[in-house]
């Protein structure tokens, strides 16, 4: 999936975080990659 769009407004979409963490929610990347990614938009 291809998006763009600042960190909060990509985040909020649910079909990225479908994408981007799956549908039951265990995802690949944990918590500190997502701060990683957060600190890094800023």
Do not use: K
Not at 6 to 17: E, G, I, L, N, W
Not at 34 to 39: F, L, R, V
């Amino acid at each position: 999936m291809l998006t763009e769009g600042d960190y909060a407004t990509v985040s909020a979409d649910p079909q990225v975080r479908e994408v981007y963490m799956g549908t039951d929610g265990s995802g690949e990347r944990g918590a500190a990659n997502d701060n990683e990614q957060t600190e890094a938009a800023q």
